[in-house]
């Protein structure tokens, strides 16, 4: 019997009585889903597929573990409207995470996410103007607003909550009357009361007003005081993550970038310290070196910035990538161009700018970066070409992007230290990054394992960053999380599972 997936989907327990049981295989027989041979269909595997594994471990070294969560991670439409209900459609799915499965202990920080921006002309802007309505945020740009009225605030099933609360996101704001995912980390910070818990505001998606807001001082003013009002309101957040993708660089298609940005970025982080002086300021950070340039990082920290989450990941991807490459590398390989690497950004920051390395916090990826029709040339160091389809390639919700239970159910056998269902486990010694690759589909999966994260940890250790960032948490066994507190030098006082026979060293 394996430790690390479940022989079946066993649902979601609710107050005793469980829901989308199975669900996971219905929806695999009605779409004909085969990972051995599929290259192009989504295999809507929810996260429950996998079995939780979080060991716990004491720290104290100072090096630090943190995850990004968000309300999106808990919804399955295959629950239907109660136990047993079978009257679904099991061609779709969500996610279907239980938050409350993360120990409260597993990481020093969680930062939650799904904030956005009123003014926002992205792809987001009616789901954060309707958000905002729900949560009765006045209509003025530059405020802040969390996103999922339902699944932040309101929502039971996955957030540990027992039955249905009502329909008024404004009225249940407070940190002691919310459901959801606020209620749930308000939960997980009552059991630890040494837990952090930070706020994330923008992401790829929700980044465009912050060229606009930035630059206008009323609209600075509106968005330092809204997040006041958040942080009053729940009193659990003492940090806050600005996600700008990014000042100064392209990001999403509808983003608008000048010159300026960086100037005014500065005058919004020292905005939003005047009205939280207490709280922790962080921003993101990208590892591709000419939009660090761009953004003109000693400057935000001067302004005010006391951590960087450095987004080491998302540098392969379909359909925009020119050819085959690792989204999650630790090195830079020299002979290959146009290639980011976490090290070369870390050396960046700090040889190049002078910026102190325990402000950056190294992050590692739970989600994969899929290809197909792929060609692998060369393995060490990464060489290969594939076939760009923008919105059919193989992945698990998303096209040409995969989660963790996912792969450890149908691509990677880590206890048999081998792929699954004709997939081989490699790893680029060059890259010191991990990828599987199917000969006979010509898939490709780049994706962080127990291995990989690991080294990262063990580089952030050497080099004396602050610690680890988990994207996605929520998408998270365990597995990778033990990987990253044991490379952080943090020691097991209580075991689920033994890591030592799952840091797998692929093909070379």
Partial sequence: ???????????????????????TEKTYQ????????????LSRTPHRAAKTVFNTYRGGNGLTLSGYIASDAAYDSRYGNGPGD????????????????????????????????IGDQGAWKDRIANAARDFQVPDQNGRVTFTDGWGDVLASVGFGFDGFLNDDAAAN????????????????????????????VGGWELSQAFHHIAKDAAAREAFADSLARIFAAFPMFTALHLDWQYPGAP??????????????YAQLIRAVREKLPDAT????????????????????VDAGAQRIDLLAFDTFGTPWAPALGHHTALRHN???????SADAAVTYLVEDLGIAPGVIHLAYATHTRNAQRASVSSISPLRGVYDAYADSTVGTFESGKGELADVLRNYLDLEGGKGRNGFTLYTDAHADADFLYNQDSGVFISLDTPRSVRAKAEYAR?????????????????????????GLGHTATATVVDMKPLYVTGRN
């Fill in 1 to 23: 019997m394996s430790e690390l997936v479940n022989a079946s989907d066993p649902g979601t327990d609710v107050n005793g009585k469980t829901w989308g049981k199975g669900a």
């Fill in 30 to 41: 009605a779409n004909g889903f085969d990972p051995a041979k599929e290259d192009g269909k």
């Fill in 86 to 117: 079978t009257n679904v459609d099991y061609s779709r799915g969500g996610q279907g995470a239980d938050i409350t499965r993360i120990p409260a202990d597993a990481f020093d920080e969680l930062v939650l996410g799904g904030a956005g921006i």
């Fill in 173 to 200: 704001f407070t940190q002691d009357k919310a459901h959801g995912l606020l209620g749930a980390v308000a939960g997980l910070k009552k059991r630890n009361p040494g837990l952090k818990v930070g706020l994330n």
């Fill in 251 to 264: 990001g999403a298609d509808a983003n608008e970038y000048g010159d300026e940005d960086p100037a005014n």
């Fill in 281 to 300: 300021i962080a921003i993101t950070a990208p590892v591709a070196v000419d939009t660090l340039r761009a953004m003109n990082i000693p400057l935000l």
């Fill in 334 to 340: 020299p002979r290959a161009d146009g290639q980011h």
């Fill in 462 to 486: 050497a080099k004396k960053l602050g610690g680890l960032y988990a994207y996605r948490a929520d998408g998270d066994t365990g597995l990778l999380a033990n990987a990253a507190r044991e």
